[in-house]
């Protein structure tokens, strides 16, 4: 198989590409390397395997060019990756969701590629849904910008599917933490405590809370619900079997960096940004059906990330 990664360069995306070519695929990458870093990449050079095309999923151009390379499947998981953005910057999850997809996915229907793994998100139920929330709940109603915008990826491609017979997969995420991780939660409590080892400050009361699930636990999960369904649209949710608090992961945190004098702050009130879900958990028996399981629930996520991405911090600052 030959599939286009757009993102490829980025946290999730680095993570797939070492799962693509590690199983022989030929890989090409779309990435204007915002947000994500050559370094992920680079261990893939002598391989033979992967091509990186320097370019924006908001230029049409930049997508076709990319989907002529004789593409079989895309891996859609270029976006915006940081939801408060979207508070200061209204337009942002527009143009890099909503008109990107819609760039993608006409890019496919003029090269005639037919196949396309969609990367959306548990923010699309917005915060009234019932939890766990399957994937038949409905409707759907975002309180972000970022979730009206996966929202409108998941129509785009539904629609793609009905009128053009593309086939496609929307994956549903949980929190996905893990090495590499760029931004979040947890990076920033790392990066809070390397500034000041005394404090660290927490948005919101700590309540909050979530279901995580590990990167890696993350890609195979979508390239084993890919090999085990076969509809024209295929529709899951990967997350982990529990939920973890804001309060128990910056506890983990201060333990994990050894910052044990560190007192932690709360900015108070139920939720951390406007938009943000104070409490969110996915049912996954879907994906549980197919026959797949996490190797990590949150709490070990949650501390696996913090010991990496302490780690990949620490190397940063010596290079």
């Known amino acids: 198989m030959r599939a286009?990664?757009?993102?490829?360069?980025?946290f999730i995306g680095s993570h797939l590409i070492d799962r693509l070519i590690g199983r022989g695929d030929?890989?090409?990458?779309?990435d204007n390397f915002s947000s994500g870093h050559a370094t992920f990449l680079s261990h893939h050079e002598p391989s033979g395997l992967l091509t990186v095309?320097?370019?924006?999923?908001?230029n049409p151009e930049d997508v076709a060019a990319a989907m002529s390379l004789n593409i079989d499947c895309v891996f859609h998981l270029a976006a915006n990756p940081d939801i408060r953005l979207g508070t200061r910057i209204t337009n942002t999850d527009l143009n890099q969701g909503t008109v990107a997809t819609y760039n993608i996915l006409e890019a496919m229907r003029i090269a005639g590629v037919k196949q396309i793994a969609f990367a959306s998100s548990s923010v699309v139920y917005g915060e009234d849904a019932?939890?766990?929330?399957?994937?038949?709940?409905g409707p759907c109603m975002p309180i972000s910008l970022y979730g009206a915008s996966k929202q409108a990826g998941e129509g785009l491609i539904s629609s793609?599917?009905?009128t053009f017979g593309l086939q496609a997969w929307i994956f549903r995420f949980a929190n996905i933490i893990g090495a590499r991780g760029t931004h979040g939660v947890i990076f920033d409590?790392?990066?809070k405590l390397k500034n000041d080892p005394t404090r660290l400050e927490v948005l919101g009361n700590g309540l909050q809370e979530k279901?995580?699930?590990e990167v890696g636990d993350c890609v195979d999960a979508i390239l084993h619900v890919m090999a085990s369904t076969n509809e024209p649209l295929n529709l899951y949710n990967l997350g982990s079997h529990d939920t973890a608090s804001v309060r128990r992961i910056a506890e983990i945190v201060v333990e994990v960096t050894g910052c044990h004098d560190a007192k932690i702050e709360y900015t108070g009130g139920d939720r951390g940004w406007a938009g943000d879900i104070p409490r969110?958990?996915?049912?996954?028996?879907?994906?549980l059906e197919s026959g797949f399981d996490v190797s990590m629930n949150s709490e070990e996520a949650i501390r696996h990330t913090a010991s990496v991405l302490l780690e990949e911090i620490g190397l940063e600052e010596t290079t």
């Open 211 to 213: 279901s995580y699930m």
């Open 189 to 191: 409590f790392i990066h």
């Open 160 to 162: 793609w599917v009905g």
């Open 130 to 137: 019932p939890l766990p929330t399957p994937e038949n709940h």
């Open 280 to 287: 969110a958990r996915l049912a996954i028996e879907k994906m």
């Open 4 to 10: 286009l990664v757009t993102g490829g360069a980025g």
């Open 26 to 30: 030929e890989v090409v990458v779309l």
């Open 53 to 58: 095309v320097k370019g924006d999923i908001c």
